[in-house]
């Protein structure tokens, strides 16, 4: 089966990157998936995202079981 994604060509980062962020993530549709790890979870930087997310009305999920070196596996189970 194919899978297609978008990834968007701007990276953004420093202070106040997130509220800029958001603006640019209105026109890329209404869906997220947020990709990380239990550790980002646990220090609380998933719920700050998920936060503005609802602001902003844009649904996600999140798949936090990837780690440093991630694998097909790890990338087959996020599915």
């Known amino acids: 089966m194919a899978n297609a994604f978008l990834i968007p060509k701007l990276t953004v980062y420093g202070e106040n990157a997130m509220e800029m962020a958001m603006a ?9 998936m947020i990709v990380t790890d239990e550790a980002m979870t646990y220090l609380g930087y998933v719920k700050k995202l998920t936060g503005e997310l609802d602001q ?8 936090q079981d ?14």
């Open 56 to 63: 902003i009305g844009i649904s996600y999920c999140v798949y």
């Open 24 to 32: 640019e993530l209105k026109v890329f549709g209404k869906k997220a």
């Open 66 to 79: 990837i780690n440093t070196e991630p694998n097909h596996f790890m990338i087959n189970n996020g599915r």
